[in-house]
């Protein structure tokens, strides 16, 4: 779309919004569109920026499957006759293959926002996160799980 057809889109948007559709009306719409299509000028020139929406997508998804799928499980957990013998706490030291600070505060962020899971600490170098787990017998396994998971995803994203 070329910068003047998104301009009166805006245009028409604003006027559709607010419900005035007069000439007044129509050119602050324009002035407000053309406004702020200067402040994002740069995120829109990007392509790239279009290719990965549906990565995004796709993590959000992601997320949204584990969340519910490690709620069921720790209801499960909290609810079983004999929960102390269930428990099987542990912290985790994960391998990061995510660099930059953004990816490793998001895939942390996304662990803690799990339920029975915590991000703990990064290591100073930035090559581990401390992950703990409210019940994790197969510490291996969770490390996949995250690797193939949460953190595939977010390379996807990111990935240039």
Do not use: C
């Not at 000439?23 to 002035?31: A, D, I, S, T, Y």
């Not at 299509?37 to 790239?48: E, G």
């Not at 584990?66 to 706490?89: D, G, I, T, Y």
């Amino acid at each position: 779309m070329t910068f003047l057809a998104i301009t009166m889109l805006l245009a028409f948007t604003w006027a559709a919004i607010t419900g005035n559709f007069s000439l007044g009306n129509l050119l602050l719409g324009g002035g407000i569109g053309i406004v702020s299509l200067w402040v994002i000028r740069l995120q829109i020139a990007r392509p790239k920026f279009l290719t990965r929406v549906p990565k995004i997508i796709a993590l959000a998804a992601l997320f949204f499957y584990e969340l519910v799928l490690s709620a069921v499980k720790v209801m499960a957990l909290v609810l079983s006759p004999n929960m102390k013998k269930s428990l099987q706490p542990a912290i985790i030291a994960f391998p990061l293959r995510v660099k930059s600070d953004l990816e490793i505060t998001l895939l942390a962020n996304l662990i803690t926002l799990t339920p029975g899971t915590l991000s703990v600490d990064v290591s100073q170098d930035r090559s581990v996160l401390y992950v703990h787990a409210i019940s994790a017998p197969d510490k291996r396994g969770l490390i996949k799980d995250i690797s193939t998971g949460f953190e595939a995803k977010i390379i996807e994203v990111f990935e240039a």
